[in-house]
């Protein structure tokens, strides 16, 4: 399936890198420019009738939950072991529905301007055991945001997952550098910064590079 151009996949260095909170963020800054935005989370685990993710979406974003959320279309696969999505399908007996997703995530590209949907933890997360994050991304010819901040360690999860990015040939469409929660020495943070913006401008030069402030979620 070929994305219809509307479509960006938010993924990430890992599992606390702030997925949730910087996409609900990005999603507020279209909306201020007047473009129509919608959310939706591929797979959501650890949780049972609710998308906790699209929960933070709608406070962050302030709209309160959207006739498609009661949908489902937001939220169209849902596990209740909070684990990688290709555990939770085989603890649940259930097996991820890809084409419910994709239905899902074409009717929303329809009804808005642009669709962000999040990912399960990084890009090498596998959503089942032969198909990884970073494999539907590329299927899907989905630009890339990714989030990633200035905690120490960073830099390194940042440089393996981009230099995945490029080898597949994914659009890096936006590279969020997250301050929330803040993190505690100051130098690592400036600096990581630097060192991210410089590594964009040799090796992604095209890619947006956006600083996502605290707020309260």
């Known amino acids: 399936m070929k994305h219809q151009g509307n479509i960006y996949f938010v993924s990430g260095i890992d599992t606390d890198a702030g997925k949730s909170y910087c996409t609900a ?43 498609e959320d009661e949908e489902g279309l937001t939220m169209p696969e849902i596990y209740s072991y909070p684990c990688s999505p290709h555990l939770a399908a085989r ?4 097996p991820i529905d890809f084409g419910r997703i994709a239905r899902a995530t074409l009717e929303l590209a329809d009804r808005y301007d642009d669709v962000l949907v999040e990912g399960a933890g990084g890009l090498m ?3 089942t055991e032969d198909m990884l994050t970073i494999d539907y991304v590329e299927q899907n010819h989905y630009p890339l945001v990714f989030v990633t901040s ?3 360690g960073s ?26 929660p803040p993190v505690s020495d100051p130098t690592i943070l400036d600096d990581t910064r630097q ?23």
């Open 25 to 67: 963020w990005l999603a507020t800054q279209w909306m201020a420019e007047g473009r129509r935005v919608i959310t939706q989370k591929l797979v959501q685990t650890g949780n049972v009738g609710h998308s906790e993710d699209i929960d933070l979406h709608r406070r962050i974003m302030g709209t309160g939950y959207l006739p």
């Open 195 to 217: 060192y991210l913006q410089r590594y964009l401008q040799h090796h992604f030069p095209a890619t947006q590079f956006l600083e996502v402030p605290v707020i309260a979620p």
């Open 125 to 127: 997360v596998p959503l």
């Open 150 to 152: 200035g905690k120490l």
């Open 155 to 180: 830099i390194n999860h940042t440089l393996l997952s981009l230099e995945a990015v490029q080898r597949r040939g994914i659009t890096l469409h936006t590279l969020l550098y997250n301050l929330y």
């Open 91 to 94: 603890i649940d007996k259930r």
